[in-house]
């Protein structure tokens, strides 16, 4: 199973307060990263293996939302041919259900409350790859802020050069929030939109890198809130009945404290059905948006012949609820918004893969499956475990478990999955278990923590979630 390395196992009583586990799992986990401080500079080495790696990547895309997920009304054709093309992960989440905190674990390739920002203890995407010898650019989000993530070329900021497209159009730079409520059409072109801008720098990198080895990230803003698209975008859903989640009475007290808090302060609880409804077509639009960028860069790769080259892969920073348990955003364990979608696509060189893979991993573990394709001796900083194995059938997964973590309103809270259920610890004493059967969509619908049937596994399962967890080093998401 994955577990955080060098960390050792703390006792933990039955139910513990809050301030003994804090306690008790810092110094467990501090303890265990003592030895990892030391990065010495090296000079550029010559990978065993001849390939690009292009990392396309989205933010706040619920995992269900996408044709190769099963959903039969939202077009998603790029992602659906890369889906036919690779494997896709359908039990994938992220360390955290937060922008930030994800983008800083799956760039250094550990859990965020693992990474020293002050006292570096990894090695990131970008200098790695650009210490193995690939020309590295990142164009689009970021959003991993003081972590050490420097690339050969990153593109002018797309937010500066879409206000000044504003300007050069005579149009307002738009004044836009996060409520559900106010979703709306854009009165600007998709020129205006900063994912165009990324797509536009990555297709210049492209062209001037297509005959030496490189790294390319791109990364989307869409589709995270605001809940806003052009109006061409919207038309394709505007008539369309898109399935409301069911929501009962009984998911709605089982949330989380936080939760039951962004419900009332971001007037969740007020929505109309036409509102949500509305708010859900627009979503389902921005989809079909970044999914026409995505097969803008595509398609570049294939017409300079780079495709049998590349290593591609496509992921999202974390999910989003949709209304799923009468809840929207992020910063929540339950699948639309801790599940997201993975999709690893590799030239047949290679070899054969599975086109499905449904055990759970994270998405730290992607690093080190590239270092694994492309012959690479990973950094020892690493938590991930490859996915090769998986992806080549060599291994079942079934020691395998995904772990996340956040900090919601400052409240620290742990989750673990197994292939048959979902553990859930909050600093505030609150705990939830789930057996994840049944349609996904609903598998949480049911709590399962005091039925006194699962109290072992409860048990257990907390057990192997705070064993060597070190919760002082979350990101306080705060209210984003």
């Not at 550990?110 to 193995?132: C, H, K, T, V, W």
């Not at 086109?355 to 694994?372: G, K, M």
Request: aromatic letters at 10%; one cysteine or more.
């Amino acid at each position: 199973m994955n577990r955080t390395p060098g960390a050792t196992r703390a006792k933990t009583p039955v139910r513990p307060t809050r301030r003994d586990v804090l306690k008790t799992m810092a110094t467990a986990s501090l303890t265990g990263l003592a030895g990892l401080t030391s990065l010495p500079g090296q000079a550029r080495v010559k990978s065993a293996g001849d390939y690009n790696i292009l990392w396309l990547m989205a933010d706040e895309h619920n995992p269900f939302v996408a044709g190769f997920a099963g959903d039969r009304i939202v077009q998603t054709p790029a992602l659906d041919g890369l889906a036919a093309r690779g494997t896709v992960f359908g039990c994938a989440y992220t360390p955290d259900p937060i922008c930030e905190s994800a983008r800083r674990a799956f760039c250094a390739g550990r859990m965020s409350s693992n990474i020293r920002l002050d006292e570096p203890n990894y090695e990131a995407l970008g200098p790695y790859f650009s210490r193995m010898g690939l020309r590295t650019g990142w164009f689009g989000k970021q959003h991993w802020d003081e972590l050490k993530n420097a690339f050969d070329e990153v593109g002018e900021d797309c937010d500066r050069v879409v206000r000044q497209r504003f300007i050069d159009a005579g149009l307002p730079y738009p004044e836009q929030t996060r409520l559900v409520r106010e979703a709306s059409t854009a009165y600007w072109g998709t020129d205006l939109n900063e994912d165009t801008v990324a797509t536009e720098q990555a297709l210049a990198f492209l062209d001037a890198n297509a005959g030496q080895r490189f790294f390319l990230g791109v990364s989307y803003v869409k589709p995270h809130f605001p809940y806003c698209i052009q109006p061409e975008y919207f038309a394709r859903y505007a008539d369309v009945s898109i399935p409301r989640p069911r929501v009962t009475q009984a998911m709605l007290d089982d949330l989380s404290t936080a939760m039951k808090g962004d419900r009332t302060l971001y007037e969740i609880d007020k929505l109309t059905r036409a509102e949500a409804d509305r708010a859900r077509r627009m979503y389902y639009g921005m989809v079909s948006y970044m999914d026409d960028q995505v097969a803008r860069v595509l398609a570049r790769l294939d017409a300079l012949g780079l495709r049998e080259r590349t290593i591609v892969l496509y992921m999202s920073d974390h999910g989003e609820m949709l209304g799923q348990h009468g809840i929207w955003y992020k910063n929540t364990f339950l699948e639309g918004s801790a599940r997201v979608p993975v999709i690893v696509s590799l030239p047949s060189a290679l070899g054969a893969q599975l086109r499905a893979v449904d055990v759970p991993v994270n998405t730290i573990d992607l690093f080190p499956t590239l270092c694994e394709l492309c012959g690479l001796p990973p950094p020892a900083t690493l938590e991930g475990r490859s996915l090769v194995p998986l992806m080549n059938g060599q291994d079942a997964g079934l020691d395998r478990v995904a772990f996340s973590e956040n900090n919601r309103r400052d409240i620290p809270a742990r989750m673990i999955r197994t292939r048959r259920f979902k553990y859930c610890w909050y600093g505030d004493g609150m705990e939830q278990l789930y057996e994840m059967r049944g349609p996904e969509r609903n598998a949480e619908a049911n709590d399962l923590v005091a039925d006194p049937a699962y109290a072992s596994i409860v048990t257990n399962l907390r057990r192997r979630a705070l064993a060597g967890w070190n919760p002082a080093g979350l990101w306080d998401g705060g209210g984003g």
